[in-house]
């Protein structure tokens, strides 16, 4: 078996691998440092959990051990696509080079440029550094990437997610040609190939097995769930969740429960917090200090749940955290990959249970035949019919939901879920305005609001049941609850066509004809005659 001691490496980055505790190198690890050291461009395709960012920065600190920089021009360079995973490539910098004298700046949003011009100026080694804010750098000129002799891309498939290709090519444009480039990726898209095949010099390809597939420290589970009423589903999925969290006990130490959308993530956590979980959200929408706050929180273990978007949580490294729970099922099968990646770390044992209702069955099959096996179905800890309710509750949280939205706020999740039928829905919501994306998304990640407790699927129902239509009832939470059960298609176009003819016949309150309508130049003649 390979050592550490067998790859050439710095006696001084050896001490601090020491240090670390680790023994023997990871597949990765043994694979990509040899050619890295050779100077030679390599390909690697693996995951996070797999030891790939030591594969790189070890390599990278080795040969940057030598030489100094020079004011403004980094002689190395690492591209992340979130500000987490680069802020976690900087503490592996960070780890590994304890014992030597090595200089970085770690370019991300959401922090001033004038501290990071700072350190730019001064001369560093390495910049880490994610693709938008590093050109917003460049561009400003105050970074010359003529002297990079390396460049790595991490998490490339990630960057092609997140729209960020066009960049990396730009940024491979603007550093010299005879850069030596590690390229990160945990899989091969054309596109991702394509990239490689133009960027990267004869590249050493090494290539880990993927974790689900060889992830046997991983207990992973799938519970169906169709929900007793269309309009519950979110509230007995957030039900049964809580019901899968206490099923493990103790052994749940921490997990990272994963949704589709940052408005479910929202809602998920302030639901959790609400039945009294330690739990909190994380995602893109939210700003960089919260970020950064729930993130140590959740590695330093004074926060159990973390409630996570893909994006937010990518690359994220929690070494012991026991569980991931998927709300959803990944739209994107890979993302499945990624997510249970995040328990059975570095060889522990994780345990991994998702929650599929009728509609995700297909996204379901898809990652099953991605993972190549099926995932075992586990039972409902509350039986068949989870979150049902009895017919004559259901009258009476309609009755509740007639109160005030700030008493509302204080309910029970299941207590507003009163939701009336598809039909006499559809008829309400013809009468409504066409929602404003923007605010609908605002409203649901909210934090601070009360009302947000409860996802507007659950907050639109009361008022389904209790009011008549009036004309400007929070038409937001509706049109939001037909997105987000799924409503697309037909009906919703239908929908949106009625809510605007709607919308034009409210919105302008004269009567259409020859009412208070008509045109001024018949109301002269009138009274002309009328004279
Ligand atoms: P990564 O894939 O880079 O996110 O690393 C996953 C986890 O494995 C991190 O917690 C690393 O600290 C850890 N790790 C990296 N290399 C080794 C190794 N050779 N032995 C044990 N753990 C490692």
Do not use: W
Not at 90 to 114: C, M, P, Q, R, W
Not at 393 to 410: N, V
Not at 478 to 490: A, E, I, L, T
Not at 496 to 524: A, K, M, Y
Request: hydrophobic fraction near 35%; aromatic fraction near 4%; include cysteine.
């Amino acid at each position: 078996m390979t050592k550490f001691s067998d790859l050439n490496l710095n006696p001084k980055v050896l001490r601090a691998i020491e240090d670390a505790g680790y023994e023997t190198p990871t597949p990765i690890q043994a694979g990509a440092i040899p050619p890295a050291l050779e100077g030679k461009d390599v390909l690697g395709i693996a995951q996070t959990g797999t030891g790939k960012t030591a594969s790189f920065t070890l390599p990278m600190i080795t040969m940057l051990a030598r030489g100094r920089a020079r004011a403004r021009m980094p002689r190395s360079l690492v591209l992340c696509p979130t500000r987490e995973l680069a802020a976690q490539v900087a503490e592996n910098f960070d780890t590994y080079t304890k014992h030597l004298k090595l200089t970085k700046a770690l370019l991300i949003g959401g922090v001033s440029f004038g501290e990071q011009d700072k350190l730019i100026d001064k001369g560093v080694d390495v910049l880490i550094a994610t693709p938008g804010r590093l050109i917003d750098h460049f561009e400003r000129g105050k970074l010359i990437l003529s002297d990079v002799k390396i460049m790595v891309v991490d998490e490339a498939d990630r960057m092609l997610d997140m729209g960020f290709i066009p960049d990396i090519e730009r940024i491979f444009q603007m550093t010299p040609f005879t850069r030596q480039t590690l390229f990160f990726s945990a899989t091969m898209a054309p596109e991702i190939e394509r990239i490689t095949n133009t960027f990267l010099s004869n590249p050493v390809r090494v290539e880990v097995a993927r974790q689900a597939t060889t992830g046997e420290n991983i207990e992973q589970g799938v519970l169906m769930l169709t929900a007793s009423r269309k309009d519950r589903e979110a509230t007995e999925k957030r039900k049964v969740l809580r019901a899968l969290i206490d099923a493990e006990g103790d052994k749940c130490t921490n997990a990272i429960i994963f949704c589709n959308r940052k408005m479910d993530v929202d809602a998920v956590a302030k639901s959790l917090k609400k039945h009294g979980y330690d739990a909190a959200p994380i995602h893109g929408d939210l700003d960089q200090s919260q970020r950064t706050k729930t993130l140590d929180g959740f590695r330093n273990g004074d926060l159990r749940f973390l409630v996570a978007s893909d994006v937010a949580a990518r690359g994220l490294d929690v070494p012991s955290v026991s569980h991931v729970f998927n709300f959803d099922v990944p739209s994107h099968a890979e993302d499945y990959v990624h997510r249970i990646g995040r328990t059975g770390r570095a060889g522990r044992d994780g345990k991994a249970i998702m929650i599929c209702v009728p509609r995700d069955e297909k996204n379901l099959a898809d990652v099953e035949r991605l993972v190549q096996r099926e995932i075992p179905r586990v039972e409902n800890p509350l039986g068949d019919k989870p979150a049902a309710k009895p017919a004559k509750e259901t009258a009476k949280d309609a009755t509740k939901a007639e109160k005030p939205a700030s008493e509302d706020a204080s309910q029970d999740d299941t207590a507003k879920d009163t939701a009336k039928p598809e039909k006499p829905k559809r008829t309400r919501t013809r009468s409504r305005k066409k929602p404003d994306p923007a605010k609908v998304e605002d409203k649901s990640s909210a934090a601070d609001t009360p009302k947000a407790e409860a996802s507007p699927e659950v907050k639109a129902e009361p008022q389904a049941q209790a009011k008549a239509p009036a004309p400007d009832d929070k038409p937001q939470d509706d049109k939001q609850h037909q997105n987000r059960r799924g409503g697309r298609g037909g009906r919703n176009d239908n929908n949106r066509n009625d809510n605007n003819r709607q919308q034009n016949g409210r919105n302008d309150n004269r009567v259409v004809g020859l009412g208070d309508h008509t045109p001024e130049f018949i109301e002269l003649s009138f009274e002309q005659r009328n004279k």
